[in-house]
């Protein structure tokens, strides 16, 4: 079982701050398998990335995913006040890492 | 653009069954890929319980594998979710789910409350 750790924890930031979050896995996993969620709250989570670096439907240029093997980066170029929430990665449809809240500093 | 919406009691009691059904709408459930269920304790982070190919084919996280299973009734166009023997840490939010490719949850539940308590 492929355990995700995602750091950090919170991030603290600004509207107009890049913000980069991490996930790493426990052992090698393929890009294909590594997508991103943002939730919020009250709301049902909902699809960022796939593919570690493919967007999906109706996501803004400003959000990018990028890594390979056990490392992967959620970054989000210039933070609007609507990103603020939790987001997760997940691997092959099944495990999740623990969460990296981005709340307004 | 499917569509998904998850059904059952809301109050479960500790040792029983806990029994959730996901209507899907606006898509064959049988044309796959796969479907599944989240749950998410009140204040905590996600977590996977199982997925199911249309076929029957079933996939389920290790920690809750001897408790859960899932069904899919094609001709209802509904998956199903049953979870045993609960306990008070079984309260969540659940959610259906698409999984698309195998890989990623494209369409979710709007969620459901289900807590355990006697």
């Known amino acids: 079982e492929i355990v995700l750790t995602q750091s950090p924890g919170t991030l603290s930031l600004s509207p107009g701050e890049r913000a980069t979050l991490s996930c790493r896995a426990s052992q090698s996993l393929s890009s294909t398998h590594l997508a991103w969620y943002q939730q919020k709250p009250g709301q049902a989570p909902r699809l960022l990335m796939y593919?570690?670096?493919s967007r999906a439907t109706g996501i803004p240029d400003r959000f990018g995913g990028s890594g390979s093997g056990t490392d992967f980066t959620l970054t989000i170029s210039r933070l609007e006040p609507e990103d603020f929430a939790v987001y997760y990665c997940q691997e092959h449809g099944s495990s999740f890492g623990q969460g990296t809240k981005v709340e307004i500093k | 653009q499917a569509q998904l919406q998850e059904s059952g009691p809301g109050l479960v009691k500790p040792s029983e069954t806990l029994s959730l059904t996901c209507t899907v709408s606006g898509y064959s459930i049988s044309s796959g890929p796969y479907w599944g269920w989240i749950r998410q304790p009140p204040g905590r982070g996600l977590e996977w319980i199982g997925n199911?190919?249309?076929?029957?084919?079933?996939y389920y996280n290790p920690s809750l594998k001897s408790r859960v299973t899932m069904s899919v009734d094609t001709s209802k166009n509904q998956f199903s979710l049953r979870l045993s023997s609960v306990i008070a840490a079984d309260t969540a939010v659940y959610y259906c789910a698409r999984v698309a490719g195998g890989t990623n949850v494209d369409y979710w539940g709007q969620g459901t409350l289900v807590t355990v308590s006697s």
């Open positions: 199911i190919h249309h076929s029957g084919t079933t």
């Open positions: 593919g570690a670096s």
